[in-house]
């Protein structure tokens, strides 16, 4: 169990990652125009990581590279051929240290709603498109090693039935499947890499706050903390937990729980 507060750094039991991580460390960060994808991109580099940002639209500025993603693309098979022919050029035959998938939202609605199939296309594009793409990455291009990481984002909610938002819990518990899926032996997978899913409940992020007010902020993630937690398992300076791990995050009372599902 990794505990810390709105600063996880105040946690005598969450090490802050160092910032002399070594420089050949490649991050691909899926989702890094986005709030959390932002934050990871930002934490990646104060650490002196290559970081590669894939998203949709404008390029990520912080990064060293961007790929980005064509929202026009048809099917899953055109997005994953064009994001894989952009990346394999980025990395020009280099290997990546971790695959960070943070690309996702949220869309609501019960099986009589007017928007119900197209909310379900909406979060389906958001969560499992864009985990299927990076799990194809991670096979291709991450270093076969014991300290490689590819990183999914479900989300805690999907545990169980989500009668109120069917298609994001369906999206979020396929991501959950894939992640357990891909930790088995013939996964695809370069054989020392580990898979993992964060499950968070709410992110502090600036779309939550315009939806929700700021009257739940005490039970709501830092985006902070995601991003220091992600680079204390890359860096090595947390112990990364057990592939196949689905971790929910918790927060209460400004305070944050990784706890295993």
């Known amino acids: 169990t990794y505990i810390g ?3 996880s750094s105040n946690s005598p039991q969450f090490k802050q990652a160092k910032s002399n991580m070594s420089s ?8 890094g125009r986005g709030a ?5 991109v930002m934490k990646f580099k104060q650490l002196g990581c290559w970081v590669c940002s894939v998203d949709i639209g404008a390029d990520n500025p912080d990064a060293d590279a961007s790929v980005a993603v064509s929202p026009s693309s048809g099917s899953l098979t055109d997005q994953h051929a064009g994001v894989a022919a952009d990346v394999a050029k980025v990395l020009d035959g280099a ?4 695959v960070i998938c943070v690309a996702g939202g949220w869309a609501g609605g019960d099986a ?3 928007k119900f199939v197209a909310n379900c296309d909406l979060v389906l594009k958001q969560s499992v498109w864009t985990s299927v793409i990076a799990a194809s990455l991670a096979a291709k291009h991450l270093l076969d090693s014991k300290d490689s990481l590819l990183l999914l984002t479900g989300a805690q909610p999907a545990l169980g039935p989500t009668p109120g938002m069917i298609g994001y819990g369906m999206a979020k518990a396929a991501v959950h499947h894939l992640v357990r899926s891909l ?4 996964s ?3 054989s020392g890499a580990r898979a993992l899913a964060i499950l968070p409940v709410t992110l502090d992020t600036p779309a939550n706050r315009r939806a929700m007010g700021e009257a739940g902020l005490s039970e709501w993630t830092p985006l902070s903390f995601v991003a220091d937690l992600l680079a204390n398992w890359v860096s090595g300076a947390a ?6 791990s689905l971790l929910i995050l918790v927060t209460k009372d400004f305070k944050t729980e990784v706890l295993p599902a």
């Open 188 to 190: 695809g997978l370069p």
């Open 112 to 114: 009589g709603s007017d």
């Open 239 to 244: 112990d990364v937990p057990q592939s196949g």
């Open 36 to 40: 959390l994808g932002s934050a990871c």
């Open 95 to 98: 290997k990546l240290d971790a």
């Open 183 to 186: 930790a088995e032996k013939n």
């Open 5 to 7: 507060g709105t600063n």
């Open 24 to 31: 050949t460390k490649r991050i691909l960060v899926y989702g």
